[in-house]
């Protein structure tokens, strides 16, 4: 998954990777993001239906 910045609707930055590894060096599935949300808190959930697991994401 990606985050690209935007300024008044338009792309302004470069695409910066936010949840990344979920193909391994040989092109094998170790994760696949199916589902995305935001919870009250504003961290980013995504559903992952080989890994069978939710993930919670937030700012560092």
Known sequence: MIFV???D???A???EGVLTGFV?????AL???VGVAIDRMGALLVAD?????VWRVIPR
């Open 49 to 53: 239906d080989v890994g069978n697991i």
């Open 31 to 33: 994760g696949r993001p």
């Open 5 to 7: 910045p935007f300024a």
């Open 24 to 28: 391994n060096a040989r092109g094998e």
């Open 9 to 11: 609707g338009h792309p």
């Open 13 to 15: 930055g470069t695409p």
